[in-house]
């Protein structure tokens, strides 16, 4: 069985990873404000559900034959990369207009598979379960061990987007964002064609 100390090493690690400001984290806070509640909720299910998947294959040790395929990983950048400057396209067009667009009616099974896609083609998931599990696991750990870690390491990451969820879809926070909609969107879609070109800058690089 795997030693507390080292659980505790894992889940500190992949609080730090798992909570930094990413393109999870900052999707699932500015569909939260622009959605409401629900589906932020709806929405941070679906990153969940991709995360995890990347957490299957990290104890699997996949995860480590991805890291070392530079074809691989470039190809994930390059997907990771495309998808963000799709989103901060659609977040650019919504700071150009004059007045809030309507939001669209889209069934909440699509808000899920748009989580899903996200982390799927987001390599920071990839690398916050390698940095978590290298953190404390080692050769001597048995496949329970790595189950423990795994699912515990699945939790933190679905309560880290049920947060982000609940805090920027707070009335206060959805109000404030109302008054500054064209600011915060244009800033949002900034961030996400900065991280977009950086991935697949770094994607190319190699």
């Known amino acids: 069985m795997i ?8 889940a500190a690690a992949f609080v730090v990873v798992a909570s930094s400001p990413g393109p999870a984290n900052l999707a699932v806070a500015s569909v939260a ?25 990290a104890a699997l040790g996949l995860g ?7 074809f691989a990983l470039m190809l994930l950048k390059l997907a990771g990369g495309a998808y963000l400057l799709f989103l901060a396209w659609q977040t650019g067009r919504a700071a150009l207009r004059a ?13 899920v598979l748009r989580g899903v896609l996200l982390n799927l083609s987001n ?21 329970d061990a790595v189950l423990v ?11 880290n987007a049920m947060t982000w969820a ?8 959805m109000t404030g964002y109302r008054r500054v909609r064209r600011w915060v969107d244009g800033v949002v879609a900034g961030l996400f064609a900065m991280a977009g070109f950086g991935l697949i800058r770094s994607a190319l690089a190699r």
């Not at 480590?64 to 530079?70: G, I, P, W």
């Not at 390599?123 to 496949?143: C, D, I, N, Y």
Request: charged share 10%; hydrophobic share 55%; with cysteine.
């Open 3 to 10: 030693d507390p100390a080292n659980l505790a090493a894992i």
């Open 33 to 57: 404000l622009t959605h409401g509640q629900r589906t932020a909720l709806v929405f941070a299910v679906g990153l969940s559900m991709g995360l995890a998947f990347w957490g299957v294959l």
């Open 64 to 70: 480590a034959v991805l890291q070392s395929s530079l």
């Open 99 to 111: 007045e809030a667009p309507k939001p669209p009616a889209i069934p909440p099974g699509k808000w």
């Open 123 to 143: 390599p920071k998931a990839v690398f916050a379960w390698m940095a978590a599990l290298s953190v404390g696991m080692g050769p001597e750990q048995g496949g």
């Open 149 to 159: 870690a795994t699912l515990m390491c699945a939790a933190i990451g679905t309560l």
């Open 166 to 173: 609940l805090v920027f879809s707070r009335p206060r926070m």
